[in-house]
């Protein structure tokens, strides 16, 4: 049928013709398969027109953020979620993270982020568990409890002010907190405010 585009039915006695483009994909070495004697050669050939190497994710870093922020726009709207974007320590922790599930696992990964999320930013603990361990993501904790604590609050305040565009005000009420005491978490942290406004 590939090879001559007709066909007939089982118990039939006419022939049918047909005009299709078949596309065909699979994560396995089919030119070792046809010399081991698991694949057929003659189909090998069939389908070995034009030839697409997808490399895998972990091999394409340059493309996980841009995938990424993909699906979180296609899940956030989809569950009428306010999620506008990702974190700075969640895009280390997807980049340096191995995806042995390719696409999809990352896609499923940022599905379940959206859903868990509550504002309008994605945070290290919205995702999964593989990607949080230290030996799954290649991020090994350093530090002591008051610096690790202090960064983390610097990131979070990092991000509400990306979120605010720089507006301090605007950035405590979303962090729950005072301007007053927002300014001088500021000053503690050395963050410049300024660079976030558009």
Same mark, same amino acid.
């Given at each position: 049928?590939?090879?001559?585009?007709?066909?007939?039915?089982?118990?039939?006695?006419?022939?049918? =013709?047909?005009?299709? $483009? #078949? !596309?065909? &994909?699979?994560?396995?070495? /089919?030119?070792?398969?046809?010399?081991? %004697?698991?694949? +057929?050669?003659?189909?090998?050939?069939?389908?070995?027109?034009?030839?697409?190497?997808?490399?895998?994710?972990?091999?394409?870093?340059?493309?996980?953020?841009?995938?990424?922020?993909?699906?979180?726009?296609?899940?956030?709207?989809?569950?009428? =979620?306010?999620?506008? $974007? #990702? !974190?700075? &320590?969640?895009?280390?922790? /997807?980049?340096?993270?191995?995806?042995? %599930?390719?696409? +999809?696992?990352?896609?499923?990964?940022?599905?379940?982020?959206?859903?868990?999320?509550?504002?309008?930013?994605?945070?290290?603990?919205?995702?999964?568990?593989?990607?949080?361990?230290?030996?799954?993501?290649?991020?090994?904790?350093?530090?002591?409890?008051?610096?690790?604590?202090?960064?983390?609050?610097?990131?979070?305040?990092?991000?509400?002010?990306?979120?605010?565009?720089?507006?301090?005000?605007?950035?405590?009420?979303?962090?729950?907190?005072?301007?007053?005491?927002?300014?001088?978490?500021?000053?503690?942290?050395?963050?410049?405010?300024?660079?976030?406004?558009?």
């Amino acid at each position: 049928m590939l090879q001559e585009r007709e066909f007939e039915r089982v118990g039939g006695v006419s022939t049918i =013709k047909v005009n299709v $483009r #078949l !596309s065909a &994909a699979t994560n396995r070495d /089919l030119p070792a398969l046809v010399q081991q %004697g698991k694949f +057929r050669e003659d189909l090998f050939y069939r389908l070995h027109v034009f030839p697409i190497y997808v490399p895998a994710l972990r091999k394409r870093k340059a493309d996980i953020v841009l995938l990424a922020d993909v699906f979180l726009e296609k899940y956030a709207k989809q569950n009428h =979620k306010k999620v506008r $974007r #990702l !974190s700075s &320590a969640v895009i280390d922790m /997807l980049m340096s993270y191995h995806w042995p %599930g390719n696409v +999809r696992e990352l896609e499923n990964c940022i599905e379940r982020a959206v859903l868990v999320a509550e504002g309008d930013v994605i945070h290290p603990y919205h995702l999964p568990p593989t990607l949080q361990t230290a030996e799954a993501s290649g991020t090994r904790t350093q530090g002591d409890l008051k610096s690790l604590v202090g960064a983390y609050e610097r990131d979070l305040i990092c991000d509400a002010l990306k979120s605010s565009r720089g507006n301090i005000a605007h950035a405590a009420r979303a962090l729950g907190s005072t301007q007053r005491i927002l300014g001088y978490k500021i000053n503690q942290h050395q963050i410049t405010a300024k660079k976030y406004k558009a």
